[in-house]
């Protein structure tokens, strides 16, 4: 395949017409009018004149000189000629002639990696590294000094607040704060939290783990802006339910800004065509592969079967619209969570030996305090740094703008409680899970504590399958199987909804029932095809709507802020100031008009 591709690439010009221009047909023009390259027949000529090819490499024609370039493609180098006109003239011919000899396969790719190596490498993990910071100290590092404060108004809430929990009417298309959180956690746990640990230890070390951490901490506060703004900027769309997320505070909040009507409208569109594009590849095929891999390889089903029961699964929920969907993961969130907790915890209790050796790993490796010299400790604490910051920031997806879709159809009133829930999420999903994922892989001794490198002899995929095998058997594959089921189809769900706003919001509610039609039907094709190549541009989109999304969380830090003090003094220091609660004036005396009603019947209900 090689060799037909090398024959295929290396260009020769045909000497006695070409550079003589002596003729004028399809197949071979002069130099003098254009730069065109042709391949080399079979024969020791040209198919129609007979004329001798020659190798140009080095040679010069009145305007134009052939230079020898090499092309690697799949591990091979492709040598061919380049035409390049003397005085630099762009030569479109030339340029075409190229790229429609290149498999366009391989063109994607290429593109794709560049891109990707953009988002996901040096500058866009120090945007969201320094979004964060920024945000923490604007914010006091809210995350640390009201730690208590927020526990005690999100986990905590849910047993001493029944309006936590209580579904509202039919007529409220609103949801749940619990809801809203067990949604937002369904799009956010994922394979991430199972496979993307062990990729992690394994590509930078058990220090990786530590750079998780501290991704996590200061992605709180991203999570918080993000959810603050989306209730903030929220609108209500046809059906009467609430649309937020980061393409309404792109449009309303940055758009508004002097001059940056225009902009904020363009990083708005980007923002939701890169969620549509992410929502059918991460959100959904990519989901629904590993899981049809999972349960052919544990439990033998075929992948059509699988395919095929959880598309309709996925019909019944998705089409439902978003209540049932909430309906569902209220359910499915708290279900996955404790028994992946519970088997984790399990494994490393009969470990517990091994804990503090596992942690000592985790805080030496983050600083690569093992290195040997200064080039290698560089280099080590680099990729340490980088896996770190990269599965973390995958993992809990703060900055990227996604769970905020659908933390704006929460019905609470105030922003800055649903920015509390967007920092439990990040705790909850790095902190608690991914925490535990990398304890079961560094106690049960299938890597090395000093290099995480593999010594099970197994893949990084199945890393953690190996540990639970370790501890429980023949049972620990299908313990691992079943929950990734759990996390990678309740990830489906979540970005159904992701998908579905953002296609509401540039086409309107009747395009989103197209979309939930398409969306479904995904779910097959997902489970029967290898996704490869779309696997990495889903991860590409994914990366891509963390651009626009940071750009409108940091123009929007000042609104952030502002609406946090604005609670604190009155729900903390009991100033009688008016409430920030939506930049609209009418959501705005709508939401008092119902704070005041609440207050009369508490008041009337505590009189009787």
């Known amino acids: 395949a090689c060799q037909e591709a090398e024959n295929m690439i290396k260009f020769f010009y045909c000497a006695q017409l070409c550079i003589k221009g002596e003729r004028n047909h399809k197949m071979c023009r002069p130099v003098r009018r254009v730069c065109r390259t042709l391949e080399k027949p079979a024969e020791s000529g040209c198919r129609r004149c007979k004329a001798e090819w020659a190798d140009l490499s080095g ?248 395919g095929l029961a959880l598309m309709v699964v996925t019909a019944l929920i998705v089409i439902g619209g978003l209540k049932r969907v909430a309906a569902v993961t209220e359910k499915l969130v708290p279900l996955m969570a404790l028994f992946y907790i519970a088997g984790a915890l399990i494994i490393v209790v009969m470990h517990a030996g091994n804990i503090p050796a596992a942690l000592a790993a985790i805080f030496r490796g983050a600083f690569n305090l093992n290195a040997a010299g200064g080039g290698a400790l560089g280099y080590g604490i680099s990729q340490t740094i980088t896996w770190g910051f990269k599965r973390g920031a995958f993992s809990n997806e703060a900055g990227l703008g996604s769970a905020v879709m659908v933390n704006s159809a929460s019905n609470v009133k105030e922003p800055v409680h649903q920015g509390m829930w967007g920092v439990f999420e990040v705790f909850a999903d790095t902190i608690v899970v991914c925490t535990l994922t990398a304890l079961v892989i560094l106690t049960t001794g299938v890597v090395d504590l000093e290099s995480g490198a593999v010594l099970a002899g197994v893949q990084d995929n199945a890393l953690v399958g190996q540990a639970f095998t370790a501890a429980f058997g023949s049972f620990g594959p299908k313990f691992i199987a079943v929950s990734i089921l759990l996390f990678a189809y309740s990830t489906t769900l979540g970005w159904s909804h992701y998908g579905t706003k953002a296609v509401e919001y540039l086409f309107g509610t009747a395009g989103s029932r197209i979309y939930k039609v398409v969306f479904v039907g995904m779910t097959v094709v997902g489970a029967t095809m290898k996704l490869g190549l779309a696997w990495d541009l889903s991860d590409t989109f994914n990366g891509l709507m963390m651009i626009p999304n940071l750009i409108g969380v940091l123009a929007l830090s000042g609104t952030v802020v502002d609406i946090t003090k604005n609670y604190f003094a009155r729900r903390v220091r009991g100033e009688d100031i008016e409430p920030m609660w939506s930049a609209f004036a009418e959501y705005q005396k709508e939401e008092e008009a119902e704070a005041a009603a609440e207050a009369a019947e508490l008041e009337k209900a505590a009189n009787e």
């Open 59 to 306: 040679r010069r024609t009145e305007q134009t000189s052939f230079v020898q370039e090499a092309y690697p493609a799949r591990s091979h180098t492709l040598r061919f000629l380049r035409a390049e006109p003397l005085g630099k003239r762009f030569c479109p011919h030339f340029v075409w002639d190229i790229w429609r000899r290149i498999p366009m396969v391989d063109i994607v790719t290429r593109i794709n990696n560049v891109v990707n190596g953009f988002v996901w490498g040096p500058f866009g993990l120090a945007l969201l590294f320094c979004t964060g910071l920024w945000l923490s100290i604007r914010t006091g590092f809210f995350q640390f000094r009201r730690m208590g404060y927020w526990l005690r108004h999100t986990i905590g809430a849910i047993f001493t607040n029944k309006d936590i929990t209580a579904h509202t009417s039919k007529e409220d298309m609103a949801i749940s704060q619990f809801q809203s959180m067990c949604t937002a956690l369904a799009g956010t746990i994922g394979t991430g939290n199972i496979v993307g640990v062990a990729t992690a230890i394994v590509s930078g070390g058990p220090g990786a783990i530590f750079w998780m951490w501290i991704m996590a901490l200061l992605g709180m506060m991203t999570s918080f802006a993000e959810n603050v703004l989306g209730v903030y900027y929220r609108r209500r769309n046809e059906k009467g339910e609430w649309s937020g997320g980061a393409m309404y505070y792109l449009t309303d909040g940055l758009g508004a800004k002097p001059g940056c009507k225009t902009v904020g409208r363009v990083l708005a569109v980007l923002f939701a065509c890169f969620c549509i594009l992410a929502s059918f590849g991460i959100g959904n095929m990519s989901q629904i592969n590993s899981i049809a891999g999972n349960m052919n390889a544990a439990f033998h089903l075929p992948y059509l079967a699988t």
